[in-house]
């Protein structure tokens, strides 16, 4: 009789508990900033090239339009974004940077050394870890 799995090695579970953790360590740099981790992954894409369309948005950070809806409607009511109908295509909604979009992409660059100072690892394993979860990532979109 075989032994059932355990909890603690689940990949699934480690993958888990490791977003969680990270989120917490983000969190109070990004309360700093007024954002919550989503949107926050929203202005990474936009502070990467603007304006996208709410499409690609979605596309990108692999969110459904109920999803991402509300979290552009909250960075816009906080004065970060403008969502504008395409002069080329009516149909087509883009989101732009405000002024003060673009001035909080100065102060969102320590976000991102927060984790590798509480991670512990050096920059090579870092990045070898990025690479993984990368491969396994694409591994298992191709598997769905």
């Not at 689940?10 to 360590?25: D, P």
């Not at 700093?32 to 979605?58: C, H, I, K």
């Not at 509480?118 to 694409?138: F, K, M, P, V, Y």
Request: with cysteine.
């Amino acid at each position: 009789m075989s032994e059932a799995p355990r909890l603690n090695r689940q990949v699934c579970f480690a993958l888990y508990s490791a977003s969680k953790a990270a989120t917490a360590v983000y969190r109070p740099v990004l309360e700093g900033l007024g954002l919550t981790y989503p949107q926050y992954l929203v202005m990474l894409v936009l502070w990467e090239d603007e304006p996208r369309s709410v499409r690609e948005l979605g596309a990108e950070l692999g969110l459904d339009s109920g999803t991402l809806s509300p979290l552009l409607k909250r960075l816009e009511s906080l004065g970060f974004v403008e969502r504008r109908r395409s002069a080329e295509d009516e149909r087509r909604v883009e989101v732009h940077l405000t002024e003060a979009g673009n001035a909080l992409s100065e102060q969102a660059k320590a976000v991102p050394q927060r984790l590798a100072d509480a991670a512990g690892l050096s920059a090579h394993e870092l990045a070898q870890l990025h690479d993984t979860l990368e491969r396994l990532t694409a591994a298992l979109h191709s598997a769905i």
